[in-house]
């Protein structure tokens, strides 16, 4: 294998969310490192052998068909691995009630031969050998949808959450392992929870050094500390995890305001703090390395308090309709100068695709306008979605400059994509998006979006790495 590889033909990306950055040109991947960093990117460049001359080096060139193009890599700033195969089963629940109905009964069943899913099965209980299948299937199916790089809850079992890591590790995804949190006797069941504040830090930490001993570096694995949300958690507890995050400068990731009767909860839960924000920051949570997920009901202070520690949000619009959790008013967010990337949820969210997470971002968003007077202020467009699911998702899990697009610099996380021709007899491709020729290349791109799916993603590459091919 050459340590050097040029890439040539049509790149979009969206830098800014205005508008789309549609270009054709190549750039020179350095892969020496193991690293896979753009060294050097050219747009006046015409062709494969011009990009060869131009950059001196006698590389392989690998391009996209015709009507395709390269994309940034999806960043899913929020998804439980452990409960993919729940996606699409959550009936006509609300957040509360989902949890305890089918959400602790799957993610117990990793570690737990106790739970309630074993109840009635005939085989022997073996959780390792369930979190192994869930978590293969699981990774090669956002590795298929052009997700690059993830910031993952599993589950509160250690053994299985170091599985989670080892098997993204080696299929080579970017990706933050998060064990869950959860030792409040009063909110977690008995089947499923830490037994003390000891436990939770004690578990915790095995994960970390787990993570460490896979990589080092942190570059493309790295443990996240994970409460899971606050209401979950001895105060003792998120106390703890609040110093063990600065103690270990570690990325932290949980929930916040996702749904009214969970805000209602926190209040009564912690009566002597101002807010839901006010509680994490009093437990030294709020940091610019945490990222909250939906943030649907903050107040216009609590959106202060969280700009002001830099703390950033994962907009989760599928997850938000489907457990009827209200409408996350993202133009107010951005508009406080707060940093939002997009989350899947699955499986509060039914789809680990973060294309289907910008399309939601955008009808969800229109909802918004129509319950502010019909202001399309609140409209996200196309480019701005994705703007969301690439850079916005890059500030979120703390890479910026380095993901999200095509500068010098950046790390080759890449997804190729390959759109439909409809031929002369008027037959298209395999795929939902039927180009016919004459639309420009921002039509294209939205066409992409709105009917696109993993049949639409050719080619993924991690670090300059190969690591999905569509055959
Ligand atoms: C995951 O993808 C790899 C590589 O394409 C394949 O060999 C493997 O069978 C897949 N596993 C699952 C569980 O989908
Ligand atoms: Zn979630």
């Not at 399309?376 to 999200?404: D, H, I, Q």
């Not at 420009?440 to 091919?469: F, M, Q, S, T, Y």
Request: aromatic share 8%; net charge negative; glycine share 10%.
């Amino acid at each position: 294998m050459g340590q050097e590889t040029i890439y040539f033909g049509r790149f979009v990306s969206a830098p800014t969310p205005d508008e789309l950055l549609i270009r054709t040109g190549a750039v020179l991947v350095d892969s020496k490192n193991g690293k896979g960093v753009i060294t050097k990117a050219d747009w006046t460049i015409d062709g494969p052998n011009g990009a060869v001359s131009k950059f001196g080096v006698e590389a392989p060139v690998v391009m996209p068909k015709d009507n395709g193009f390269f994309f940034p890599g999806f960043i899913d700033t929020h998804i439980h691995a452990s409960q993919y195969p729940n996606v699409g089963i959550f009936g006509k629940s609300t957040l509360l009630d989902w949890l305890t109905t089918y959400t602790f009964p799957l993610e117990s069943s990793f570690g737990n031969v106790n739970s309630p899913m074993y109840k009635d099965s005939i085989e022997p209980p073996d959780p390792l050998a369930r979190a192994k299948k869930v978590y293969n299937r699981l990774i090669n199916r956002t590795l298929a949808h052009g997700t690059t790089t993830a910031s993952y809850y599993a589950t509160i079992h250690v053994e299985a959450t170091n599985l989670l890591a080892e098997i993204a590790f080696k299929k080579g995804q970017r990706a933050y392992i998060g064990r869950v949190c959860m030792d409040r006797p009063e909110t977690c069941p008995d089947y499923y929870r830490d037994e003390s504040t000891e436990q939770t830090m004690a578990n915790t930490k095995a994960s970390i050094d787990y993570c460490r001993s896979l990589d080092p570096s942190g570059e493309l694995l790295a443990h996240i500390i994970t409460p899971r949300f606050a209401p979950s958690c001895l105060p003792e507890t998120l106390t703890q995890l609040g110093a063990l995050a600065k103690e270990e400068d570690l990325r932290v990731q949980t929930h916040i305001s996702e749904n009214l009767n969970e805000v209602k909860l926190v209040k009564e839960l912690f009566p002597e703090q101002k807010s839901y924000a006010d509680v994490y920051d009093h437990h030294g949570l709020l940091t610019p390395k945490t990222i909250l997920a939906h943030a649907v009901h903050l107040s216009k202070e609590e959106m202060r308090l969280v700009k002001e520690r830099k703390v950033k949000v994962s907009h989760c619009p599928a997850s938000n309709s489907a457990l009827g959790s209200g409408f996350c008013p993202v133009r107010e967010l951005l508009d406080e100068g707060i940093e939002v990337g997009l989350g899947t949820d699955v499986s509060g969210g039914y789809s680990t695709s973060i294309l289907d997470a910008v399309r939601n971002a955008c009808m969800v968003s229109r909802h918004v306008g129509f319950l502010n007077e019909g202001d399309s202020r609140y409209n996200l467009g196309v480019a701005e979605a994705l703007w969301l699911g690439t850079m916005g998702g890059a500030k979120v899990v703390g890479m910026e400059g380095r993901l999200g697009g095509f500068a010098e610099g950046m790390l080759w996380d890449v997804q190729e994509i390959n759109l439909g021709d409809v031929d002369v007899r008027g037959q298209g491709g395999d795929t939902d998006v039927d180009i016919f020729g004459w639309e420009n290349w921002e039509e294209r791109v939205a066409k992409w979006v709105w009917n696109g799916d993993e049949r639409n993603v050719r080619r993924v590459w991690i670090g300059g790495k190969l690591v999905h091919e569509r055959r």
